[in-house]
């Protein structure tokens, strides 16, 4: 099976109770704080950090990652040549305790940190361009439903020049609460050529009302048809 970790962050240890939000939070109601939801996906492709998370799947199996981000120089996008800012993403996953996999994604960026490509380093070495970019809003509050879009990409099957779209995928941001902490989330969903969902995953980080990201995560994997996984270390 091959879990694909798609992840952004950054560190700093927040409290358990209330996510750095209003004093005396039951950790059943989200904070009234307005977040810095711009300076936290800042924080996400500018700082890099490390998280383990574990959890069981729908199939029973018990897996564990680790995500590693690190910015890097500038470089060419390969299917356009245009230079970029860059953000690597290094997951490995193992199941049941066994020899764990690895794969390797980078974001291209823009100076104000729209995504502008992506390149997934595996068995295959395969590319996703933007079409359309956006970013967050400078604040938002959680447990309201606040969210929006990142970018929308053309899938390609490889990171040569010209290529056609192979399917799409489409990025966005949340901010969510759980058990006392604020979270801000990165959703992905990848299609095919027909439209139909061939994976997708949301990564979660603390967040402080400034825009500090915390230790605390959560990754949610799911393949249709196939299986379903969540991990998280809180």
């Given at each position: 099976?091959?879990?694909?970790?798609?992840?952004?962050?950054?560190?700093?240890?927040?409290?358990?109770?209330?996510?750095?939000?209003?004093?005396?939070?039951?950790?059943?109601?989200?904070?009234?704080?307005?977040?810095?939801?711009?300076?936290?996906?800042?924080?996400?492709?500018?700082?890099?950090?490390?998280?383990?998370?574990?959890?069981?799947?729908?199939?029973?199996?018990?897996?564990?990652?680790?995500?590693?981000?690190?910015?890097?120089?500038?470089?060419?996008?390969?299917?356009?040549?245009?230079?970029?800012?860059?953000?690597?993403?290094?997951?490995?996953?193992?199941?049941?305790?066994?020899?764990?996999?690895?794969?390797?994604?980078?974001?291209?960026?823009?100076?104000?940190?729209?995504?502008?490509?992506?390149?997934?380093?595996?068995?295959?070495?395969?590319?996703?361009?933007a079409t359309t970019t956006a970013l967050p809003p400078a604040a938002a509050k959680a447990g309201v439903g606040a969210?929006?879009?990142?970018?929308?990409?053309?899938?390609?099957?490889?990171?040569?020049?010209?290529?056609?779209?192979?399917?799409?995928?489409?990025?966005?941001?949340?901010?969510?609460?759980?058990?006392?902490?604020?979270?801000?989330?990165?959703?992905?969903?990848?299609?095919?050529?027909?439209?139909?969902?061939?994976?997708?995953?949301?990564?979660?980080?603390?967040?402080?009302?400034?825009?500090?990201?915390?230790?605390?995560?959560?990754?949610?994997?799911?393949?249709?048809?196939?299986?379903?996984?969540?991990?998280?270390?809180?």
């Amino acid at each position: 099976m091959r879990i694909r970790l798609i992840a952004l962050a950054s560190a700093a240890l927040l409290s358990a109770c209330g996510g750095g939000g209003d004093s005396g939070n039951s950790g059943f109601t989200p904070p009234t704080d307005d977040f810095a939801v711009l300076a936290g996906w800042q924080n996400l492709l500018g700082t890099g950090g490390r998280w383990t998370v574990s959890g069981r799947a729908s199939d029973g199996g018990n897996w564990e990652a680790t995500l590693q981000l690190t910015p890097q120089p500038a470089a060419a996008y390969p299917p356009t040549g245009a230079s970029h800012a860059r953000m690597q993403i290094v997951s490995t996953a193992a199941l049941n305790g066994g020899a764990p996999a690895t794969g390797t994604v980078e974001y291209f960026r823009d100076a104000d940190d729209r995504i502008q490509g992506i390149r997934n380093t595996g068995t295959v070495v395969v590319c996703a361009t933007a079409t359309t970019t956006a970013l967050p809003p400078a604040a938002a509050k959680a447990g309201v439903g606040a969210g929006g879009p990142l970018a929308t990409l053309n899938n390609h099957d490889s990171c040569a020049p010209g290529q056609p779209a192979a399917g799409t995928s489409t990025v966005s941001w949340s901010l969510e609460f759980e058990r006392g902490i604020v979270l801000l989330c990165i959703d992905s969903e990848s299609r095919n050529a027909a439209n139909q969902s061939i994976g997708s995953e949301k990564d979660c980080f603390e967040i402080q009302p400034s825009g500090q990201l915390g230790t605390r995560a959560r990754v949610t994997t799911v393949v249709p048809g196939v299986v379903s996984l969540t991990m998280k270390n809180f």
